[in-house]
């Protein structure tokens, strides 16, 4: 594993990047969760089992993360550092996959077609603020690329609809923190990026 920073026009931004064995097939790279860190329990294990399966996987900590804050910077801001960040990490030749956890799930979504990204992987999604169903953020998710979403059957922040190149798995009995079966969660994972041929 090395870890670094890398600057962006918002900060220096955290990154860790894990080779697997051999060489790798893909690039998988992952952002946090709005007041948590790239140690997420989803995160560590969807890492775990990607490396394993011959993915190259980054994990990003956004600029406001490593100045100490736990208040997000807005979305603009983030996806700016985000967009940076994965300019100076990806890999000529390897397919490139963005994806993360809630917050850091909806920057992956938005930024993803400008950054020519092979695939979405969003762990978490927000659809909504807890008891807004009207306030729903479903247009983020890229209309154009295949994307797997995991959400919790019990999640407050609501379960998007699949449609389209969006594949939603349910976790019966998890909440927004995914953390009920994470084996299960990450073999969900592990088989849609085999599946894309972005795994071995």
Do not use: K
Not at 7 to 19: L, N, S, V
Not at 61 to 77: F, L
């Amino acid at each position: 594993m090395h870890s670094s920073f890398i600057e962006t026009p918002r900060g220096p931004a955290g990154i860790r990047i894990t080779d697997p064995a051999g060489a790798p097939v893909s690039l998988l790279v992952l952002g946090h969760g709005a007041g948590g860190g790239v140690d997420a329990p989803d995160l560590t294990a969807v890492h775990d089992i990607a490396v394993a399966a011959g993915v190259r996987v980054a994990l990003v900590t956004q600029p406001y993360r490593v100045a100490g804050r736990r208040a997000p910077a807005p979305a603009g801001h983030l996806d700016e550092a985000w967009t940076a960040v994965v300019g100076e990490i990806r890999t000529q030749g390897l397919p490139l996959i963005v994806g993360g956890r809630s917050s850091g799930a909806r920057v992956a979504c938005r930024t993803a077609s400008a950054l020519g990204a092979a695939g979405v992987l969003a762990l978490a999604f927000p659809l909504h603020p807890p008891g807004r169903p009207e306030r729903s953020r479903a247009a983020e998710l890229p209309a154009d690329l295949p994307t797997l979403v995991v959400n919790g059957d019990r999640d407050p922040f609501g379960v998007p609809e699949p449609g389209g190149p969006v594949q939603v798995a349910v976790r019966p009995g998890a909440v927004h923190d995914l953390r009920r079966d994470l084996a299960g969660t990450a073999a969900i994972v592990a088989s849609w990026l085999v599946a894309n041929s972005w795994a071995r």
